[in-house]
């Protein structure tokens, strides 16, 4: 990591505004005062066990209680030792000899179609959801699927990726959803780390009226080959297809069955396993400084627990609400918060399938208005669209049951805060700024609505049981106002448990940076009340449209272009995106620096990756600016990308005319 950074983080925002709950919220919601919020927050850090043992007996179904609340040996944690299980039981069977049983469990929204026929809409209550859930099991089982086992999800944002998350968690199998927008080579990759049997898919998507070929990307993904000539894929046995858009595809008699065919040939039983509360849940996979994605592992008891209580705390979840997230599920936040944490509270989740502004820029108000949505979540990039495409497309709309609105994602600039509580949210919603990574599985820094005034552009205060704070190079504690690195000194229970068959690895990212601490790998400082402003990455991530990306990631793809010879990827600023990648390329001898060439390494990039990782812009450069010691010297990249005067120090720097040139490139 470049030492710079950290000295670096100052704090340039300077907000004052200080949004104190009403009364009237304070006295509808679960924690109902500052007092009462620092009251819990202290005994959750001095009597950590306690307070855990407290949540998850009443929060959480079990099977057999845990003998130990935590087993802590760094950097391995072990969460209600002993304990037994189920996650799927503890979002849906324990709700069906309640009231809940006939609540709306997931309301979907389809995407309309191309020639303007309004979208399908299919709603499962409790009841139905868990039908469907306890027969997808039974497919699962009958291909061969078994505890411990992986399988690949790779869904559209339908109600049957949910249920093929459930069904997995039923049965003990651990899912590892890939988000649908990426390649045949990441679903290939993902199958080769996780040695997953099963890939559960669709014939296609929709996206904007386009038909995303789910189905022919994952044959791809089967034959993709390593360096060594191995299939990558080897391990898969089954592929079970979705019928969604009724695109031409290929079945491989023996290899591939269809979801419809298959649910008609089990029954409704299914009695769930009674698992670990340690067992593997899933694998997220998830871009770090390294060129290769790590699969995030999370397991059963933590993880749920850790899902409910936020869920149930942060949105202050009525009865009767109708809660939106609106991340797709191939990320962590439609696990945790489109899935899991609503159904482990008996809530009603709604999934929509497509994009914002598809067919026009209001569809997500047509849907607030249409399903009287109350608690919407959503991500910073959004919400600066929104601001872009104007007021007049949420003004057509009744917002008006809207109560509370979320982000997520990346740090929210006061103005789009200020914005979305005005015009999103009638100057009568709060909003909470959470502030979570797909590692730490649940939100851990976030205002509690009922209890926490919000400043614009601040997550404000830890969630219970998490103890972070901002730290120097040496892992001390730094003055308040300055900046620094952001680490949890503490852990808790729904924190990664490692990534996927690296245990190394693991430990070298998360629990080495500060010594006896996890690192967040993000910036941040804390204002004089104690508020966290979170800065963004300090390591080599980017946060594009909300969507982490590795630069070495890209940078590898890029190489993997044959006629590229080195590459360097920085972020630049970017209004809507937040941040923009941008890629300096020097090419092999002989290949000519020519403008299509742009376009085909940008589709490259795509393939490799995915469409997220497309560079925005591409910059031809005859050499890039190398220490003596050879390492690119990212920092004055990222100035240039900002198309800012180089400063700081390049005394280091081993051919001094490399940044002139540089300069003159034009985009
Ligand atoms: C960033 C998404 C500022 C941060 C749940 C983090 C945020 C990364 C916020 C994790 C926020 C997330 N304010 N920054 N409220 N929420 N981030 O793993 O840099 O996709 O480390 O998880 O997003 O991204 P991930």
Redesign the pocket.
């Known amino acids: 990591m470049d030492k710079s950074k950290v000295a670096n983080i100052t704090s340039v925002l300077q907000e004052q505004r200080v949004f104190p709950p009403t009364k009237e919220l304070s006295r509808q919601a679960h924690i109902k005062s500052l007092a009462e919020y620092r009251a819990l927050y202290s005994e959750s850090i001095r009597s950590p066990e306690r307070f855990w043992a407290r949540q998850a007996k009443t929060e959480l179904v079990w099977f057999k209680p845990w003998s130990k609340v935590l087993q802590w040996k760094l950097p391995i944690a072990k969460w209600f030792v002993g304990g037994k299980l189920n996650v799927s039981h503890n979002c849906l069977d324990r709700h069906l000899d309640t009231p809940i049983a006939n609540k709306a469990a997931l309301i979907w929204e389809g995407e309309p179609a191309a020639d303007g026929k309004p979208g399908e809409e299919r709603v499962f209550t409790y009841r139905q959801l868990h039908r469907e859930v306890c027969r997808f099991a039974n497919v699962l089982k009958k291909h061969g699927l078994q505890k411990g086992d992986r399988a690949i999800i790779y869904l559209p944002m339908v109600p049957e990726a949910a249920i093929a998350m459930l069904a997995c968690a039923r049965i003990g199998a651990v899912h590892s959803v890939v988000f649908g927008g990426f390649s045949a080579q990441s679903v290939a990759d993902r199958i080769a780390d996780s040695q997953a049997r099963m890939v559960i898919t669709a014939d296609g998507g929709f996206r904007r009226g386009a038909v995303v070929p789910l189905k022919r990307n994952v044959d791809e993904a089967l034959t993709i080959k390593d360096a060594n000539g191995h299939l990558l894929a080897k391990s898969i046995e089954r592929v079970i297809v979705l019928r969604r858009a009724q695109n031409e595809i290929q079945m491989e008699t023996g290899r591939d069955f269809w979801w419809h065919e298959e649910i008609g040939k089990v029954d409704a039983a299914s009695a769930p396993e009674k698992m670990d509360s340690e067992a593997p849940l899933f694998i997220l996979y ?1 871009s770090g400084s390294t060129g290769k994605p790590k699969g995030i592992l999370h397991t059963t008891a933590g993880y749920l627990l850790g899902v409910k209580l936020t869920m149930k705390y942060v949105f202050d979840l009525k009865e009767t609400d109708v809660f939106w997230c609106t991340a797709d599920v191939g ?3 439609g696990h945790s918060y489109v899935v899991y944490g609503p159904l482990a509270n008996g809530g009603t989740s709604l999934m929509y399938e497509g994009a914002p502004n598809w067919p026009e820029p209001d569809r997500f108000w047509h849907i607030v208005s249409k399903y009287r949505v109350n608690v919407l979540y959503t991500a ?1 990039t959004a919400i600066r669209a929104f601001m872009k495409w104007g007021v007049d497309w949420p003004k057509r709309h009744d917002l008006s049951s809207l109560r509370l609105l979320g ?6 600039n006061p103005e789009a805060w200020i914005w979305y509580h005005e015009i999103i949210g009638g100057k009568r919603c709060p909003i909470v ?8 599985g649940a939100i851990m ?2 205002p509690l609505p009922g209890a926490i005034p919000t400043k614009p552009g601040s ?1 404000t205060l830890p969630f219970f049981g998490v103890l972070p704070e901002v730290v120097d190079e040496a892992g001390v504690v730094v003055p308040r106002n300055s900046g620094g690195k952001l680490a949890i000194r503490k852990p808790w229970p729904s924190m990664l448990r490692g990534i996927w068959g690296d245990p190394q690895r693991y430990k070298e990212i998360y629990w080495s940076e500060i010594k006896g601490s996890y690192f ?3 910036g941040a400082r804390q204002d004089k009340d104690g508020y966290f402003w ?1 800065v ?2 300090i390591d080599d ?1 980017l ?1 594009v449209a ?3 990306i590795g630069t070495a990631e890209v940078e590898s793809a890029l190489v993997s272009n044959q006629k590229v010879a080195e590459a360097a990827v920085v972020g630049r600023p970017d209004d809507l995106k937040g941040q923009a990648l941008v890629a300096f390329v020097t090419l092999k001898t002989g290949v000519p620096a020519e403008a299509s060439l742009r376009e085909e390494l940008r589709n490259h990039v795509s393939k490799e990756i995915g469409p997220v990782a497309k560079p925005d812009d591409i910059r031809f450069a005859e050499a890039l600016p190398k220490t003596r010691s050879g390492k690119i010297m990212r920092r004055l990249l990222k100035q240039i990308a900002a198309g800012g005067e180089i400063k700081g120090d390049t005394t280091t720097l081993e051919d001094f005319s490399v940044l002139a040139r540089l300069s003159a490139v034009e985009e």
């Open positions: 998830t990320w962590v936040t910073p982000t997520v994602g990346e740090p929210i700024d959470t502030w979570w990574q797909t590692e730490t820094i976030t997550a967040t790998g993000d979170i963004g990455r991530v946060n909300g969507h982490r």
